[in-house]
């Protein structure tokens, strides 16, 4: 979580950008977010949590809303989280105390 | 001298005469040639995401044929890991492998049991990898080692991947198991290769409505969240820190940068080959997709809360 918060900043957020994103995403406000938007967290939740009750219709939803190559990038993107996030918990890494992923880049004014 | 001028001239003629049989382009001969088969999972993410597929297929290789681990263990690994979370796929690979191994299906079921420590351990990290004690851990590392346990969390966060790869893209086992492709795929084929065309991200804009979250994360709102991060950053690794001249290999660049990220340092450290290749393939993802990074972070996010990572 901590990374993905340090790769949200890397992104172009600033901090209290991040901290309302996950604030509302914590508390389950998600009525915030396009419909697409909550197709793919829906997705995320359910593909991480219960992997095998994934069922036709998630997909087809998820196509639907994102059109079948960017559906791919999704399942692909979800499924290296939990990747990451099994390194992460299974060795208990500490998590670094700065951004280690560097400073977001900075927008060049027009 | 004429006579020499004319048999130089003659012998110039000949070589250049046709071949005695035509030689086709590669890509033609290839087409005529019966190519390795490939699993289906590579068949569905190559019309989409080609490259990727190819390193996927470097990776799975890696792990199934040359694992540092060892074919037998990392055949039991899997075969408990894509049990845990119902991938029968994952479960045909396995028992495919392990049968190549030597290994018998009763003795996959014996890893199995709960009172085997490593198998037990490898359906934690498959249901609940944040459930693992420090004195689970601590246990298997006297007898393994920091290298194997390294090597043993990356082979179960490897089946934690396809496994949710096979499920979401819905593979059915193949009647007979496609065994390791056995190839890698040089440049020029990764510049020949062209990624599809994505379609144009949906317009972001809110629509109010009732929200469509499907759990509950109240535990964790307020002042606990942070609470946990800040907790996650002293927590001591469960491994020792590999020196640095373990990272001897890279380059100067790269190994300052690793050496900034605990996860690289420790993956890179203990199980260079593993964690190279998962890059590899990942690395691929990100050039060939070039997904908007806020929004795959807002999905890393969710993951993570999901699995309760603070890491």
Same mark, same amino acid.
């Given at each position: ?110 | ?8 001239? +003659? ?18 001969? &290839? ?23 190819? *390193? ?15 074919? @037998? ?6 075969? !408990? ?14 028992? +495919? ?40 851990? *601590? ?60 379609? *144009? ?15 509950? &994360? *109240? ?42 990220? !605990?996860?690289?340092? !420790? ?11 998962? +890059?590899? @393939? ?17 999905? +890393? &996010? ?10």
């Amino acid at each position: 979580m901590g990374h993905s918060e340090m790769l949200l900043a890397v992104a172009g957020l600033d901090d209290e950008q991040v901290r309302k994103l996950t604030a509302m995403l914590a508390r389950g406000e998600w009525s915030a977010f396009s419909k697409e938007d909550q197709i793919a967290f829906r997705f995320t939740h359910k593909l991480t949590g219960q992997p095998a009750s994934i069922t036709d219709a998630d997909v087809k939803e998820l196509i639907a809303a994102y059109g079948r190559h960017r559906a791919m990038d999704i399942i692909w993107y979800v499924s290296w989280c939990n990747y990451m996030t099994r390194v992460g918990d299974g060795l208990q890494l500490p998590l670094e105390s700065t951004n280690v992923f560097g400073p977001a880049p900075k927008k060049e004014k027009p | 001298m004429r006579a020499l001028v004319a048999f130089v001239l +003659f012998s110039s003629l000949a070589l250049a005469e046709p071949p005695r049989f035509p030689v086709p382009a590669n890509a033609e001969a &290839w087409k005529a040639l019966p190519n390795p088969p490939l699993p289906a999972w590579a068949r569905a993410v190559s019309a989409s995401l080609p490259k990727t597929a190819a *390193k996927m297929l470097e990776l799975d290789d890696l792990h199934r044929t040359s694992s540092p681990l060892g074919k @037998a263990l990392a055949a039991k690994l899997r075969w !408990v890991a894509s049990d845990a979370v119902s991938s029968r796929f994952g479960k045909a690979i396995a028992e +495919f492998d392990a049968k190549a191994a030597g290994i018998s299906k009763e003795q996959l079921e014996a890893f199995a049991d709960p009172k085997v420590p490593l198998g037990a351990f490898a359906r934690k990290m498959a249901l609940a990898a944040d459930s693992i004690t420090d004195a689970e851990f *601590k246990s298997l590392l006297e007898v393994h080692g920091p290298e194997t346990m390294v090597g043993i969390v990356h082979a179960l966060a490897y089946a934690g991947f396809h496994d949710r790869m096979l499920l979401a893209l819905g593979c059915e086992p193949e009647k007979d198991p496609v065994p390791p492709l056995g190839r890698t795929f040089d440049a020029k084929w990764y510049d020949a290769i062209a990624t599809p065309a994505r379609d *144009k991200m949906p317009d972001r804009t809110a629509v109010p409505g009732p929200s469509t979250a499907t759990f509950d &994360w *109240k535990d964790l709102t307020g002042k606990k969240m942070p609470d946990e991060l800040a907790t996650q950053r002293k927590r001591p690794l469960r491994v020792p820190l590999p020196p640095e001249d373990k990272l001897a290999f890279m380059t100067e660049a790269s190994r300052a940068r690793t050496l900034k990220i !605990v996860w690289s340092h !420790v993956s890179q450290g203990y199980q260079p080959k593993m964690t190279g290749a998962w +890059f590899a @393939a990942m690395n691929q993802m990100q050039a060939e997709a070039k997904i908007d990074q806020v929004f795959t972070n807002t999905l +890393f &996010w969710i993951a993570t809360r999901t699995n309760r990572c603070f890491y």
